[in-house]
């Protein structure tokens, strides 16, 4: 048998021998296996707030290696976390469903237990597929043995478990040493820098292989701590806090550069798909994170708490320099993820993400979310379309009904005029709400948190006054009786001025680029946007004033001019200021303008008050001493420098001044001499922080904003010339501890 099958294939040779020759010839291209599954760089930035990157609009710190990640993929305009802070914000992610639907809604959740074990990691799926796996930086889905990344799914962990100091750092792991938390006593370990050299040294040590590297850094989050290296690169921004921000803002760039720069040494930039995105939106008075136009910010559900910065790179696949304008969101990095690796995960698995590539490619033009929803306690939202209806700390307390497209700060509430909608919308979120679990564990208190002692509200003493109250981190604007009660309110964005006109309308700010006009009856009469104005370059208003022609008077910080305007919002006017150092966000505070033409003018980055003509010339200058003191950075009473927040000009030709953080009320003669003033400590049982508007009523005594002094201090106080508190006032039920504009309606006592 052996012998008659060697015969048959000597025949098949001999007669078909140029076959076997063909064959043996075919280009082995024809033959090649399947590309190989691209590999995956997650990068999670904590507590990062919509408007920092340069490519977000940031002025005064580059980040040119994140943003090459937009400039060579996409920038999503309308990225969104499925949460609105730092837990259930990575549990979205790890798992591509909403974090409510099992039940982790709060971070407290990583104090009792962690991430379900009953969901599925991005990682577990990839390391079935045959992919290495390495988390490196902040983790904060469990503390527990069984919920640490090593048992999630990653090869390799290197990082802390919760939130931590950037120098020696706490509840740290590196598992190659060993799977338990040590301590680090190195005094030059810097986290931003040593999870850049693991993940460089990680990136080399399975180049041979597709991998999966989860980068989430606990760069921007608090504490606020920077080398001096990357500190030494700000010499110009001179707010402490600020320039901590940047240095380690920097120092995340940089981190960030040298992984794609060691992605691109392995001939792997191509064969690799990169997100960026923020965890949550920006706290912004505590780390002075910039949600730019966005109202909120982080543990909000306005547009500032889960509208984040998000890039997505992936060479040769995806297109490159251009912004997607569709809304997207964390959850869709593990259906994306899987379905490049080919093994897309199956509908029946309840996914609450989609595979983005067919969306950001355009082959499917339609919107990937048409609907998305966010529930955190007491606060919730949904969007459907452009339409959104939120309900929000910060907020009135009742539903508002938003149009994103055409008001992305959520300053016009339209729940009145669109009630069908505002129905429409409620329902939808009624019965998506229904659909998840309770949560595993209450919100609780922040660990070592200490107990607030009961305090009424409001808080007065002295004869009862009716005021004008604005506050940037409760978003509220209001006119308070004497009585205490709210006679009447709105909802505004970032604000540092408003007034009560003569007719009984409102002027002010929403956000740092409209100033309106607005009736008793809440209808908008008037409106100017600065940066419309500005043809798209970074403006902020701090300061305006109707003038008795009519015209209306607005500082522009950034464009460093006065203007004004009239009631076409026609530029009638124009001056330039003197700007010692030009800042988008404070070379001016509050202006006025003079009885004489004259403007007189808080600018608080120089530190200086100066009266201008209308041509421009400075005819009066005064530097606001620090009295030999040191500045130091922060808000609080614990600050101190010279940010001038106002100046306003006395019937006897003196200036009053409030010196923002320099803690004082200053008055000052036209020949610079301080002839009266009241420093941090003068007031009996009364902390001054940042001093925000002062005014000095008919019958000689002034009036005091104490912003930023915590609420066991007054909001507003009056004076006697003695130095005597004849009356303060203070709520921190409507109002918190950012009370930018105080203003007594009832001057005369």
Known sequence: MESMKLALRLICFLMFPTAVVATALVPAKVFAAEPSKPNVLIIYADDLGWGETSVQGC??????????????????????????????????????????????????????????LAETTLADRLKKLGYATAAVGKWHLGDGVEYHPTKRGFDEFYGTLANTPFYRPTNFIDSQISP????????????????????????????????FLYLPFNAQHAPLQAPKKYLDRFPSITDEKRKIF???????????????????????????????????GGPTQSTTSKNGALRGFKMTTFEGGPRVPFFVQWKGTLPAGQDYNLPVM???????????????????????????VPFLTGKNTASPHETMFWRFGEQWAVRHG?????????????????????????????????PTRAADLKKRYDAWSAQQAEPTVKDLPPKNAPRKRAQKQPAVSGPPKRVLVADSSTHRLAIVGADGKPEWEITVGDIHDAHLLPTGNLLFQQGWTKVQEMTPDKKIIWEYDASKANEGKRVEVHAFQRLTNGLTMIAESGSSRIIEVDQTGKIVQEMKLKVEQVSTHSDTRLVRKLTNGNYLVAQEHDGVVREYEPSGKVVWEFSVPLFDKPRKGGHGPEAFGNAVFSATRLDNGNTLIGTGNGHSVLEVTPAKEIVWKIEQDDLPGITLAWVTRVERLANGNTIVGNCHAGPTHPQIIEVSPDKKVLWTWKDFKLFGDSTTVVKVLDPKS
Not at 330 to 352: I, K, Q, R, W, Y
């Open 59 to 116: 002025q005064d710190i580059p980040t040119p290696n994140i943003d090459s990640i937009a400039k060579n993929g996409l920038r999503c305009t309308q990225g969104y976390v499925a949460a609105t802070y730092c837990s259930p914000s990575r549990a979205g992610l790890m798992t591509g469903k909403y974090p409510t639907r099992f039940g982790h809604e709060f971070n407290a959740i990583t104090r009792k237990s962690g991430l379900s």
């Open 180 to 211: 338990d938390v040590r301590a680090i006593d190195d005094p030059e370990f810097y986290t931003t820098d040593k999870y850049a050299e693991r993940s460089v040294d990680w990136l080399e040590r399975n180049r041979d292989k597709p991998w």
């Open 246 to 280: 940047a240095a380690m803002m920097s120092s995340m760039d940089d981190a960030v550069g040298a992984v794609l720069g060691k992605i691109r040494a392995l001939g792997q930039e191509k064969n690799t798909l990169v997100f960026f995105i923020g965890d949550n």
């Open 330 to 356: 964390n959850l869709d990095v593990l259906p994306t993820c899987m379905a490049a690796a080919g093994s897309p995960v199956d509908s029946s698995v309840g996914l609450d993400g989609l595979d983005l």
């Open 386 to 418: 452009d339409w959104k209806l939120v309900v929000s700390k910060g907020g009135s307390g009742k539903a508002e009904l938003y149009n994103l497209s055409k008001d992305i700060s959520e300053s016009n509430d339209l729940a009145t005029s669109e």
